[in-house]
C-alpha cells in the first residue's frame, strides 16, 4: 500500500488505503447538520471534485453551506457522512488530528483573522517560512510580494493597509509556502472594483504558472464567472448544479440557477404564451439580453423604469400579463411611458426547483 504523504503531520488515518486515477480533490456524499430540524442548516449529500491547476468558485445565496463546505474540505469540521479526499488520500478531521488543517492546502479567510496587526508587511509574509535558510527565505517572501503587486507595502504595518491590500498580504502570506490547495472565503469582499479586477487577473496568472489549485466561496457570480473554470452553486445544502460558467448562464438547468447567474426573468408557460412561445414546458428563463424592444405605438408592452449601468441600460417592460427586465445597449432611445414591440431572440425551459 502507497505511504501516505501526510504521516508525518499527524494527518494519517489509520487504516485508510489510498484510491488512485482521483482527481486532486474529491468530495463524496458529503453531509453535515447543525441540528435534527427539517431547516436546518448544513451540507445534504454533496459530491463533486476539483481538478489540479484549475479555479473552482462555491456560490449561492447566504445560509447555503458555501463556508461549511470549505471547513470541511480544510479539516476544520467533521461531516456527518460522506468523505473528502485529496490526491487520493481521506482528508482528517478535527477528531482525527490534533491541530486541525490539511498540510497540502491553505485558507484564505475575509476577516485577516491570521494577521499580525502591528508586524510589517514583510514579517507577516515571511514569518511563515522557516529561518534555516535566511537567503531563501528573503528570496521567496519578496517573490511572493511582487507577485502580488505589495512589494512596495513591505515596510507598511498591517494596521496602517486598506481591506484590498491586506487581503492581498493574506493571499501572499497563504501561497509563500507553496501550497497545492488555496481555499479563498470570499476573498473579494473587502475589495473596491478597480483592485478586484487587478487581483482576480494576478490570481489566474498565479494559478497558470505555478500549478496552484484554488476553491473558493462568493456570494456574487459576477465576480467569478470570468475567473473560474468550474461553477458549484448551494442551495438550501444541496448541490444545485455544477459546470463550466458558460454553459451554465447559457444553458441554466433551473429557475434557481438562471436568477442567480444571470437575474433571468422567469416566467410560466401562461406568460410565455404571450410572447408567441408555445412549449411544453411549465418553467421558462429568459436573460434580460436575449430580449430585443423596439419603439412602436401599437406594441403591446410599455416601458415602466429605465435604469443607467454605464455601458447599458437596464429596462422594466410590463402589459397586463408580464413584465420583464431587458437590457439595452443603446443609451436614451427610450424612456418611461414609451410603447414597445418585445423580440425573444432566446429562451430556457427550466425546471421549477
Request: with cysteine; hydrophobic share 40%; glycine share 6%.
Amino acid at each position: 500500500m502507497p505511504v501516505n504523504p501526510q504521516s508525518n503531520s499527524c494527518d494519517f488515518i489509520a487504516g485508510d488505503v489510498h484510491v488512485p486515477n482521483l482527481p486532486l480533490l474529491n468530495i463524496h456524499n458529503l453531509s453535515k447538520k447543525y441540528s435534527v430540524k427539517p431547516d436546518s442548516l448544513g451540507l445534504d449529500s454533496i459530491d463533486f471534485s476539483v481538478n489540479k491547476n484549475e479555479i473552482t468558485a462555491i456560490i449561492g445565496k447566504s445560509g447555503s453551506g458555501k463556508s461549511t463546505l470549505l471547513r470541511l474540505i480544510y479539516g476544520l469540521m467533521e461531516p456527518d457522512s460522506g468523505e473528502i479526499r485529496f490526491d487520493g488520500w481521506k482528508v482528517a478531521g478535527p477528531s482525527e488530528k490534533l491541530i486541525p488543517g490539511h498540510i497540502a492546502m491553505r485558507m484564505v479567510s475575509q476577516h485577516f483573522d491570521d494577521l499580525n496587526t502591528f508586524a510589517t508587511v514583510y514579517d507577516n509574509v515571511a514569518s511563515r517560512l522557516s529561518n534555516e535558510d535566511i537567503e531563501t527565505k528573503e528570496r521567496e517572501t519578496l517573490r511572493i510580494l511582487t507577485s502580488l503587486r505589495i512589494e512596495h507595502l513591505r515596510n507598511q504595518r498591517i494596521a496602517d493597509l486598506s481591506g484590498g491590500e491586506k487581503q492581498r498580504v493574506s493571499i501572499a502570506r497563504a501561497l509563500v509556502t507553496q501550497p497545492e490547495l488555496l481555499l479563498m472565503d470570499e476573498p473579494f469582499n473587502q475589495v473596491d472594483a478597480a483592485f478586484r479586477d487587478q487581483l482576480q487577473r494576478d490570481l489566474k496568472h498565479i494559478v497558470e504558472e505555478t500549478g496552484l489549485t484554488v476553491l473558493l466561496v462568493s456570494h456574487d457570480p459576477s465576480e467569478v464567472l470570468g475567473l473560474a473554470d468550474q461553477l458549484v452553486i448551494l442551495k438550501d445544502g444541496n448541490l444545485a448544479a455544477i459546470g463550466n460558467p458558460a454553459s451554465l448562464y447559457n444553458n441554466p438547468p433551473s429557475r434557481y440557477v438562471a436568477r442567480m447567474l444571470a437575474k433571468s426573468n422567469i416566467l410560466t408557460r401562461e406568460q410565455v404564451k404571450f410572447l408567441n412561445i408555445d412549449v411544453a414546458a411549465e418553467c421558462f428563463a429568459i436573460h434580460p439580453e436575449w430580449l430585443k424592444v423596439e419603439t412602436d405605438e401599437n406594441g403591446e408592452f410599455e416601458v415602466e423604469t429605465v435604469l443607467f449601468r454605464g455601458f447599458y441600460e437596464e429596462l422594466v417592460i410590463r402589459n397586463p400579463h408580464v413584465y420583464l427586465r431587458v437590457y439595452q445597449m443603446k443609451h436614451g432611445q427610450l424612456k418611461r411611458g414609451d410603447k414597445v414591440a418585445c423580440q425573444v431572440l432566446k429562451y430556457m425551459p427550466v425546471a421549477e426547483r
